[in-house]
């Protein structure tokens, strides 16, 4: 029989230093993401964009027409504000609105050459964002990630997809 003293304490959370979020893979990508995002969102505040303007034009910067949905979905902004965004963007000739050729419920959105000339120079910086960000863990390292993050997407994507069928 054991005594009170005798008895190994269970270990408390913490108390070996580390926080649980240090270790949890979502709490470090989401503070990762955070803190290069910002250090470059002023970057883009000083070009005369917002945010939410940025990530969208970004989103569309190759060319393909989107859903409003998938767009919504691409950089993170919640469907309702991309909405809006858009009325904007497209009242400044940015954007533009397209029926789709299969569904007329889906609205497309591709960018315009002006809203390309509007991102160009912000997109060369962000890859040097990006280079400066990778480059002390090895530029190779960082391309590795970047693989491994999308397979990760893909694959989450895949698993929500099922989820809502």
């Known amino acids: 029989m054991k005594t009170a003293e005798s008895r190994t304490p269970a270990p408390v959370p913490g108390d070996d230093g580390e926080a649980f979020v240090d270790d949890y893979l979502p ?29 969208v034009l ?28 858009l009325d904007r963007l497209e009242a400044k000739g940015d954007v533009e609105r397209l029926s789709h050729a299969k569904d007329r419920r889906v609205t497309l ?36 990630l970047k693989v491994m993050l999308r397979r990760m997407i893909e694959q989450r994507r895949g698993a929500e997809m099922a989820s809502e069928a």
């Open 109 to 144: 959105v591709r960018i315009t050459a002006q809203g390309q000339a509007t991102v160009a120079r912000l997109m060369e910086l962000a890859k040097e964002h990006e280079r400066q960000v990778m480059e002390p863990f090895g530029l190779e390292r960082g391309e590795q």
């Open 58 to 85: 970004a989103s569309l910067a190759g060319g393909r027409a989107m859903s409003i949905g998938g767009l919504a979905s691409m950089s993170v902004t919640k469907q309702p504000t991309v909405t809006r965004m």
């Open 27 to 55: 709490a470090l990508l989401a503070q990762a993401s955070r803190l290069i995002s910002h250090e470059f969102h002023r970057v883009v505040l000083a070009h005369g964009l917002t945010v939410s303007d940025w990530r």
